[in-house]
């Protein structure tokens, strides 16, 4: 992100939709939405989403759990992956991740079919994220201000040397109605190396109806952008600018 980096921390960048579809044929748009997109994504694949709801019967209320299902397509190098389920339409962008021109035109193209095929909606939600794993120069011990500038301070009773680490931060963004959720963590990887996550989220709900799908689309351009940048800046602020310059010029 930003300047073109030689080591690329991204790990994954997707965009999610939720919608309240108001057209009858959600049990057939998986299929009809295959249909539209299987030359570029031949592989498909369903999963199940555990949704938690609560139900009400002569005892009383009850938990009750629903596994609707979300069907993945894959293109067949596994560099992208489109999922669709109950309301919801996820644009999976992985590696190589070539630019972001790139992944803006494939969230466009699967944005188009999808609403081209359910009718009528509404836009609950939306959301563009990107989850790097940064990973520490040395080899052997890392301080936590050696790859951030988002860290937390702590008073002398409390200031020790940290088994885990985890903070969670969420900013408004008043001119795009919006907030961006700041997640950074210290995680191992099934490998076994150590790495901090950097997960960016910027998170826009409550969307106003359109009034067609070439306004639907026009808006979705915009604010693709607008996620982008914003998303970008924090980014490079949260990076130690030594490490930074580091991701431009190591391999």
């Given amino acids: 992100m930003g300047e073109k980096l030689k080591s690329q921390p991204l790990v994954e960048a997707l965009c999610e939709f939720q919608f309240n ?7 057939t748009l998986p299929g009809l939405f295959y249909a539209q997109v299987r030359e570029e994504f031949p592989l498909q694949d369903s999963v199940n989403e555990l949704n938690f709801q609560v139900g009400l019967n002569n005892l009383g209320t009850v938990p009750q759990f629903i596994s609707p299902q979300r069907l993945q397509l894959k293109r067949p190098d596994g560099s992208a992956m489109l999922q669709i389920g109950q309301g919801r339409l ?3 962008r992985l590696q190589p991740y070539v630019n972001w021109e790139d992944f803006r035109d494939l969230i466009s193209k699967a944005f188009t079919v999808y609403i081209s095929l359910c009718g009528e909606y509404t836009l609950n939600r939306i959301g563009l994220r990107y989850i790097n794993h940064l990973i520490p120069l040395e080899n052997e011990g890392f301080e936590i201000d050696d790859l951030l500038t988002v860290i937390p301070l702590f008073p002398k009773p409390i200031d020790r040397p940290m088994t885990g680490f985890q903070q969670v931060y969420e900013f408004f963004y008043e001119s795009s109605k919006a907030s961006l959720v700041h997640r950074t963590a210290v995680v191992e990887k099934p490998e076994g190396d150590t790495v901090i996550l950097l997960d960016l989220d910027f998170i826009s709900q409550n969307i106003s109806p359109f ?3 070439s306004k639907a689309l026009e808006w979705l351009g915009e604010w693709l952008n607008q996620a982008h940048e914003h998303i970008e800046e924090a980014f490079i602020s949260s990076l130690n ?3 930074y310059e580091s991701l431009k010029s190591r391999k």
């Fill in 211 to 213: 009034q067609d799908n």
């Fill in 90 to 92: 996820i644009v999976n």
């Fill in 21 to 27: 579809p108001a057209g009858s044929n959600e049990l």
């Fill in 241 to 243: 600018p030594s490490y």
